[in-house]
């Protein structure tokens, strides 16, 4: 029960039914009820764990009294409710849990205090990789080879499961985390010892704020920032500016959810939102479907706001009883929300920071790419604007001097050779249309299981209907089907050069498909089931087939991928593919049927029916009426009760994995997947004072929006590379290598792939890409792979830096990219601004994140990252004064001096700690034993 202050005399009791909660009412706080509805769950949140010391009245009054246009400057500290993690990045949470009860033991407290305080789910859903597709047994073979992969993490993962308290894992093969999340582990008002509040949490992935569609405040931030969470933590945070977002106006046909999401995201990024709320408000709000509602939040990230919320109201009751929560909790939610003032209520408009609106009926078709989710495109355009973007990918000489087709195609197969019968028993496939005016090359393959076919660029390789963002959504999941089914019944064929991927976020897609008897359609096309879990999306989509990927990569081809997920960055889809673009999951179906970038949906046929006749694509394009009347007769309650029942229990596989038992874990010398942390070798109970940075060297020099996937290591492990020689060395065979991300508890193999993406551009390095630097500790500074200088650096005791431009470090909440960036010996990274997420990765890494002045950047100050650095003024953080900006020097070969102030970007008194400790982790380990 309670152990707050309770200043304002807010607890009280909240009878619903026979049940009686403790509360705490918002109503003791004057000032309160106006709040947007965001802010309402901070200051909930703020009087039921008001201490006295971190949290206090004065916090309460600052978030009742918050003026909206004021700009955030007053610090609070947010305790979530609950954790939620995927494997990928949640096997580091867990080792270095494990590797904190070696620390404490060794520091004289006792091991069983490491525990999380806060509960905390576990989802696997990252590992599995769609080695096979488009067969009746891709799911059970994915799902072996997923296991035969990853079984020494996942029996490290059961060992957590038993050796920690509050601690659960969903088993593999179950669904994707925040779709889990949303169907199952998000109760919308939580109740833990007899209280009730608001279900709030953080996730280590950056589109938990998925949840927020549910109305449950959330978002991503880095592992190191969960595990303190989990810790009993509370996440430091400034009273933030809160966007309202009106939504008026109804989806017109034909439209999608992703449209809505999409468009959204278009101008959101235009006004700028990053490191703000953004909350859905209006009457236009009860006519967002939750799935839709979940979508929107879901891309919260995309568009750069920590969340994007929508309200509880009837729909959320809605959506709670769909998915087979228990009428007790029904009531709860209900009763609580309408007792607290988080109801929503469209005739009393909150008082917000900025305001936007969207008439739902202006909605268009659109596309997103070719390499990032903002980068909007109208259906209408998609051709035209291929047609512009695919010249930043080609030789500029390879423009078709050709005007039609068949000319090219006589360069392409002379007359003496034969041209044997495709599958389909005419002549070979060639992507569609007149390529007169692009750059084109046309390159014949045969293939013994596809036939043959000609490849250019713009064809579209990957057909992925993946990732949490839609396939959580029935609207566009049976719209794709329905698309499929009417597709098939005019005897079109999916192209054969596209590898086609379906990989729902939930069991409960697998069964309203085969209630709705669609299943055979999508599999006619290709899309067999062959993962529940994230794929494409994350870079899981597996090799493309070989004959493919040979033409690409021998010809250089400028190929693409489509897929319905969230993420489209370059170098993430495939390494084959150059060009990704995100779609609804019926255009992902359009695009494989197409098999082009290169295509007008309206003035282009999909192909030819069984008469002859042109098939386009509004010809097959199913009605809302019809989706929705599927969606009535093939989704119900006890799908997801079903689906859940058993959801911690896994299955056979991972009921017999052998998993090892005591409080601490036995760490395994030979393993290459799991790791003892290096976070904690030598520490001591005291810190050592913080210090200047004295010549330093720049490890790399980097342009705008850099992501964490540049930084980050994750993708497949490229033989050759740092990661891969050591893999080597441990005498593991490179069809084991398996990828960077499932190999997150490895220290050694994740600091040789930090920036090692093979589209990093590191302007040390003349139009060179990958992980390559240039080595100062080496005569004539020779280019090297950026682990080996690293070495050389740190042997030598020389200091790194790393400057960057706009926008460093946005897209996922990778804690690796500020872990490996301080194991390659990086004590600082300057840049022109940062990504809120990376920011604070850095500072709990005991990285400390600079800032150029406004309006310069490494250009304009004429650095070219041959010089040495020397940063003073951050000793003063040793008196417990955090300074607005420190001195930077950097001399240059000829001795000249260039000089400028950073801005110090640790921007609140938590965040101070945690440097001066060097880290976050060992902050709460001091704190643990001294408590």
């Known amino acids: 029960m309670s152990t707050s202050s309770d200043s304002f005399g807010a607890k009280g009791s909240l009878q619903v039914g026979d049940n009686s909660y403790e509360i705490f009412?918002?109503?003791?706080?004057?000032?309160?009820?106006?709040?947007?509805?965001?802010?309402?769950?901070?200051?909930?949140?703020?009087?039921?764990?008001?201490?006295?010391?971190?949290?206090?009245?004065?916090?309460?009054?600052?978030?009742?009294?918050?003026?909206?246009?004021?700009?955030?400057?007053?610090?609070?500290?947010?305790?979530?409710?609950?954790?939620?993690?995927?494997?990928?990045?949640?096997?580091?949470?867990?080792?270095?849990?494990?590797?904190?009860?070696?620390?404490?033991?060794?520091?004289?407290?006792?091991?069983?205090?490491?525990?999380?305080?806060?509960?905390?789910?576990?989802?696997?859903?990252?590992?599995?990789?769609?080695?096979?597709?488009?067969?009746?047994?891709?799911?059970?073979?994915?799902?072996?080879?997923?296991?035969?992969?990853?079984?020494?993490?996942?029996?490290?993962?059961?060992?957590?499961?038993?050796?920690?308290?509050?601690?659960?894992?969903?088993?593999?093969?179950?669904?994707?985390?925040?779709?889990?999340?949303?169907?199952?582990?998000?109760?919308?008002?939580?109740?833990?010892?007899?209280?009730?509040?608001?279900?709030?949490?953080?996730?280590?992935?950056?589109?938990?704020?998925?949840?927020?569609?549910?109305?449950?405040?959330?978002?991503?931030?880095?592992?190191?920032?969960?595990?303190?969470?989990?810790?009993?933590?509370?996440?430091?945070?400034?009273?933030?500016?809160?966007?309202?977002?009106?939504?008026t106006g109804e989806i017109q046909p034909g439209v999608t959810a992703t449209d809505v999401v999409l468009t959204v995201t278009d101008m959101l990024r235009k006004h700028g939102v990053v490191g703000k709320f953004v909350e859905f408000y209006g009457a236009g709000v009860a006519e967002v479907p939750l799935a839709n509602?979940?979508?929107?939040?879901?891309?919260?990230?995309?568009?750069?706001?920590?969340?994007?919320?929508?309200?509880?109201?009837?729909e959320t009751i809605n959506y709670l009883r769909l998915t087979g929560r228990s009428d007790e909790q029904l009531a709860l939610v209900e009763a609580y929300a309408k007792e607290q003032g988080l109801w929503h209520d469209p005739s009393r408009e909150p008082e917000f920071s900025e305001y936007l609106e969207l008439d739902l009926s202006t909605v268009v078709p659109s596309i997103a790419g070719p390499k990032r989710p903002q980068d909007r495109i109208l259906l209408s355009e998609s051709k035209a604007a291929f047609r512009r973007d695919i010249h930043n990918y080609v030789e500029e000489h390879e423009a078709t001097p050709h005007s039609k087709l068949d000319d090219a195609l006589d360069d392409t197969f002379p007359a003496s050779d034969p041209i044997k019968p495709t599958a389909n028993g005419d002549a070979p496939l060639v992507p569609h249309g007149d390529t007169s005016g692009r750059p084109s090359k046309q390159v014949k393959v045969v293939s013994e299981e596809r036939g043959e076919f000609v490849l250019d660029h713009g064809a579209v390789v990957v057909a992925g209907i993946t990732s949490c963002t839609n396939t959580s959504n029935p609207s566009v999941m049976l719209g794709a089907a329905l698309l499929a089914r009417n597709a098939v019944e005019k005897g079109l064929a999916t192209k054969p050069w596209v590898k086609t991927n379906m990989a729902p976020g939930s069991q409960v897609v697998n069964d309203y498909y085969e209630k709705a008897g669609l299943w055979p359609y999508l599999e006619k096309l290709g899309f067999y089931l062959g993962g529940f879990g994230c794929t494409t999306c994350i870079g899981n989509t597996g090799p493309l087939p070989e004959e493919i990927s040979k033409a690409v990569n021998d010809n250089d081809l400028s190929v693409t991928a489509v897929l319905s997920g969230n993420r489209n960055f370059e170098g993430r889809i495939s390494p084959d593919v150059k060009m990704n673009y995100l779609a609804s999951p019926p255009l992902v179906i359009a695009y494989a049927l197409a098999g082009t970038m290169d295509f007008d949906f309206e003035t282009d046929a999909l192909g030819k029916d069984k008469d002859g006749n042109d098939v386009f694509l509004k010809d097959i394009w199913p009605s809302a009426q019809e989706i929705d009347d599927t969606i009535k007769s093939a989704i119900n309650q006890d799908m997801f009760r079903k689906s859940y029942a058993d959801v911690f229990k896994g299955d056979e596989r991972w009921q017999n994995l052998e998993t090892p038992e005591g409080d601490t874990f036995a760490w395994d010398e030979d393993s290459t997947y799991v790791r003892k942390a290096p976070y904690f070798e030598g520490m001591t109970m005291e810190p050592d004072a913080v210090s200047d940075i004295k010549g330093a060297r720049v490890l790399a020099l980097l342009g705008d929006s850099v992501t964490t996937d540049h930084i980050s290591p994750a993708g497949p492990i490229k033989p050759g590379t740092p990661a891969a020689q050591y893999l080597d060395a441990h005498g593991v065979e490179r069809k084991d290598y398996n990828s960077l991300g499932s190999r997150r508890g490895n220290h050694e193999v994740m600091v040789r792939g930090t920036f090692a993406n093979i589209r990093l551009q590191n302007q040390l390095l003349d139009g060179v890409s990958g992980g390559y630097t240039r080595d100062f500790t080496q005569d004539g500074a020779p280019q090297a792979f950026i682990y080996d200088a690293s070495q050389n650096y740190q042997e030598a005791g020389i200091p790194l830096v790393v400057l960057g431009g706009k926008e460093y470090g946005s897209g996922s909440s990778r804690d690796w990219a500020a872990k490996g960036t301080r194991l390659l010996g990086v004590k600082a990274v300057i840049t022109e601004s940062f990504e809120r997420i990376h920011r604070s990765n850095l500072i709990g890494m005991g990285v400390i994140p600079l800032q150029f002045p406004a309006g310069e950047s490494a250009a304009s100050l004429g650095l070219t990252g041959t010089e040495v650095f020397d940063i003073e003024g951050i000793e003063k953080l040793n008196e417990g004064v955090t300074p607005k900006t420190v001195k930077v020097t950097a001399t240059k070969d000829n001795g000249e001096k260039v000089t400028f102030d950073a801005v110090v970007r640790i921007d609140t008194p938590g965040e101070a700690d945690y440097y001066r400790n060097g880290g976050i982790l060992q902050y709460v380990l001091r704190n643990m034993i001294r408590g």
């Open 25 to 247: 009412r918002l109503s003791a706080v004057p000032g309160t009820e106006k709040l947007p509805y965001s802010l309402k769950v901070l200051a909930e949140n703020l009087l039921r764990t008001e201490d006295g010391a971190n949290i206090t009245a004065d916090h309460i009054r600052a978030i009742a009294n918050w003026d909206p246009s004021a700009d955030p400057s007053i610090e609070i500290q947010f305790t979530p409710a609950r954790v939620i993690m995927q494997d990928f990045t949640g096997v580091p949470c867990v080792v270095d849990l494990a590797t904190m009860r070696e620390a404490v033991t060794t520091l004289g407290g006792d091991p069983n205090k490491v525990n999380p305080l806060s509960p905390a789910d576990m989802v696997i859903d990252h590992s599995v990789i769609l080695d096979y597709f488009g067969r009746a047994d891709a799911l059970e073979r994915n799902v072996d080879l997923e296991y035969e992969r990853n079984g020494e993490r996942y029996q490290f993962l059961r060992w957590g499961q038993g050796a920690f308290d509050d601690f659960r894992v969903v088993p593999p093969g179950m669904g994707i985390v925040h779709q889990v999340n949303i169907e199952y582990l998000a109760p919308t008002v939580m109740v833990r010892n007899g209280q009730a509040y608001p279900d709030t949490c953080v996730g280590t992935d950056s589109h938990t704020t998925m949840v927020n569609g549910l109305g449950v405040l959330g978002w991503g931030v880095g592992g190191i920032e969960a595990e303190a969470a989990m810790l009993g933590q509370p996440v430091s945070m400034l009273i933030p500016r809160v966007v309202g977002f009106k939504l």
């Open 293 to 314: 509602r979940a979508t929107l939040g879901n891309m919260s990230p995309e568009f750069g706001s920590t969340a994007a919320i929508f309200p509880i109201d009837g």
